[in-house]
């Protein structure tokens, strides 16, 4: 329902109140990722937690809304195609943004390399192991052959991953030895604009699924498909921007280091945390599994250029927009029915 019945429930209307609501997203992830940039900077926490912890969660807020929002209206599918477009797009577009912004190439070092990018891998397996799982021990009675229930224990194995991550990122700060910076930062007014943020990012979150949702049953977008672009593509803004503006500073680090820490929340925590809200949903294993292939295929392109010479040049940004193209192009043979890859859309 759009802005609770106040307007007309019409794809033009609905055009425009997905446009907005972007916006918003944009707003409150604006305040929420500085505020949590300067919290960073006041306690003095590594760049590479600063990036991949800190402002990763604070930049995912809007993939974790939109799934939350997804599986109370009964349309988990939409919110886990949004996670995984996201993903996409974050692995393929952002980074190479990044390296199109910068003087020269875009420097990562071996802890992204070794650390971050590997355990992001190590999520993406996870995720798929639970959904098997799913599939295999809790399947969907009547339902398509490949569907199970995703339910409250099996989530629990994705979070206590998620666990293991922010263990061995403590164990890194612990052995960090950081300046507080303190001059400057008014501790209250950043917690507080923290706040503002998450609210903002909630209220709009909202009104963006459900306008995608109508949508979708307008034109006969599948759910899945549906959040994998426009869903996808309006909550990866925060991210975009954050990693795009570090890296023009220099911050090549903590760019990365955004990108993979993101991933790695809405992989391990977003889904999860819609599994637990709700009890129990349905996943589709026949979609889910082709997307999740295509995400283990773009994180293997861009570890390999992370790898090499532990940079991302120039050539190497170019091949992974590329790359994101040949994504958008196959889902839109997906949605049109010029391929049929995806048994289950």
Do not use: C
């Amino acid at each position: 329902m759009v802005l609770g019945g106040f307007l007309p429930d019409t794809p033009l209307v609905n055009v425009l109140v997905i446009v907005a609501a972007t916006g918003f997203i944009w707003l409150g992830s604006g305040w929420l990722e500085e505020s949590a940039e300067h919290l960073s900077s006041y306690y003095g926490l590594p760049a590479v937690v600063q990036g991949s912890i800190v402002v990763a969660v604070g930049s995912s807020f809007p993939e974790l809304s939109s799934v939350v929002f997804t599986a109370l209206e009964g349309t988990f599918d939409m919110g886990v195609g949004a996670v995984v477009g996201s993903a996409i797009f974050n692995i393929l577009v952002i980074p190479a943004l990044s390296g199109l912004v910068t003087d020269g190439d875009l420097d990562t070092n071996r802890t992204i390399v070794y650390k971050e990018a590997q355990f992001y891998m190590i999520a993406v397996s996870a995720l798929v192991v639970t959904l098997a799982l799913a599939v295999i021990y809790v399947p969907v009675p009547g339902g398509p052959e490949l569907a199970g229930q995703l339910t409250r224990p099996l989530a629990m194995i994705p979070l206590l991953l998620y666990g293991l991550y922010l263990f061995i990122q403590w164990q890194d700060v612990s052995d960090y030895e950081g300046k507080n910076e303190t001059d400057g930062i008014d501790i209250g007014r950043e917690w507080g604009r923290l706040a503002g943020g998450l609210v903002v990012i909630l209220l709009a979150v909202e009104q963006l699924v459900g306008s995608v949702e109508s949508l979708g049953h307008t034109f006969g977008i599948p759910e899945f498909l549906a959040g994998v672009t426009i869903i996808a593509a309006a909550t990866s803004l925060p991210d975009t921007l954050v990693s795009v503006r570090s890296a023009q500073t220099g911050k090549g680090i903590t760019s990365i280091g955004n990108v993979l820490g993101s991933n790695t929340f809405d992989l391990l925590v977003a889904i999860p945390i819609g599994v637990l809200i709700v009890g129990s949903v349905p996943v589709d294993f026949a979609v889910a599994v082709p997307m999740l292939g295509v995400l283990t295929l773009a994180t293997v392109l861009l570890f390999s250029f992370l790898r090499t010479d532990l940079s991302v040049t120039t050539l190497e940004s170019y091949v992974l927009l590329a790359a994101y193209g040949l994504f958008v192009a196959w889902v839109i043979a997906e949605t049109i029915g010029a391929t049929h890859l995806i048994k289950g859309a």
